[in-house]
């Protein structure tokens, strides 16, 4: 079966652009292929969080996608510094990755912008350990949005270049991979563009019901249709979009035949949205609640992705020592 490897940032929580987007994607993926999903705490240190922090985050962010169902049984669920073979791998990698490419990424450039006081060295070579992650595992196949495309092109370099300069075909070239089309955009509350981690636009499955009504209610749309069957401004139409997903089918003809015939109210058609959105939420939230309680269910999904990521990390680590000339005695 083919081998998926995807590494997920422990920052900030899921909202619902990522539900029906990235998550939606694991899911169906864990189904297809053979899964290892990460949460890519060595990454996070780049931008150097509070120990607090980097350790809530990584709860968190795991909590919730077992929340939404990615399955420990399934896929290969792990936090990569629980497998140090990754470093090591890194470090080997590093030797054949050259500074001025380094130094070109975008990913690179733009963290350098953001944060000029601290260009540390591992944001140079963030794109080594990502490289990393993926050939440890001889990943086929990677699922990438379009900021992460760049750092994917850079992995099939550095596993191109280990195969040519030691004339080997030990590593997959691995492909860049998404559901694309299938999946809806989820727009964001303040009228343009999809939904992100930028203040106010986003709904988080963790949100409380009182946030999501907080955040509905002041959703940006426009000032009311004039003239009789108008197409929908875009802020509406996002609010639609957001009601496709959550609402009834009813609900949704409900409020577009109300703007068609210039008779919507705003504030009727954010209550219902907000309400149909707090309904769809809670059982995750409080799924996401039950798991974070139960350390014990933690510490096992935990352990058992730690060993079978262990188990094909060392192996690849083996032949890779092996393969560049660091042999047993
Ligand atoms: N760089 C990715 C991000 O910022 C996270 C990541 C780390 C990753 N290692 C990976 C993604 C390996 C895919 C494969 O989202």
Request: proline fraction near 5%; include cysteine.
């Amino acid at each position: 079966m083919q081998k998926v490897v995807s590494g997920i940032r422990p920052t900030g929580n899921l909202h619902l652009g990522n539900y029906f987007g990235a998550v939606k994607n694991f899911l169906r993926m864990q189904e297809e292929y053979n899964c290892y999903f990460f949460i890519a705490d060595y990454h996070s240190l780049t931008t150097h969080p509070t120990p607090e922090n980097l350790h809530n985050n990584v709860r968190q962010v795991l909590a919730e996608y077992l929340a939404c169902g990615l399955d420990p049984e399934k896929s290969t669920i792990y936090i990569q510094s629980d497998v140090p073979e990754v470093a090591e791998l890194s470090l080997l990698m590093s030797m054949n990755a050259y500074l001025g490419e380094l130094e070109r990424t975008t990913s690179f450039k733009d963290k350098a912008r953001q944060q000029p006081e601290n260009v540390n060295a591992g944001l140079l070579t963030y794109p080594v350990l990502m490289a990393s992650d993926i050939i440890m595992h001889n990943a086929d196949k990677v699922p990438v949005g379009k900021d992460q495309e760049q750092n994917l092109e850079m992995t099939r370099k550095f596993a191109g270049r280990f195969n040519h300069i030691y004339k080997t075909d030990y590593f997959t070239i691995p492909q860049s991979f998404n559901y694309g089309e299938a999946l809806v955009k989820i727009p964001g509350l303040d009228g343009s563009g999809k939904m992100g981690k930028s203040e106010g636009n986003g709904i988080y499955l963790a949100d409380e019901a009182k946030a999501i009504q907080k955040k509905v209610m002041r959703a940006v749309t426009d000032s009311g249709p004039t003239e009789m069957n108008s197409p929908l401004t875009e802020p509406v139409q996002n609010l639609i979009t957001l009601m496709e997903v959550v609402s009834t089918p009813d609900t949704v003809q409900y409020f577009r035949d109300k703007y068609a015939s210039c008779e919507i109210r705003y504030g009727d058609m954010k209550k219902q949205l907000a309400e149909d959105i707090i309904k769809f939420n809670a059982p995750i939230r409080e799924k996401i609640e039950a798991i974070k309680a139960d350390e014990a269910y933690l510490s096992k999904v935990v352990a058992m992705g730690r060993d079978k990521a262990r188990e094909s990390a060392q192996k690849t680590l083996k032949d890779v020592r092996s393969i560049i000339g660091i042999k047993q005695f």
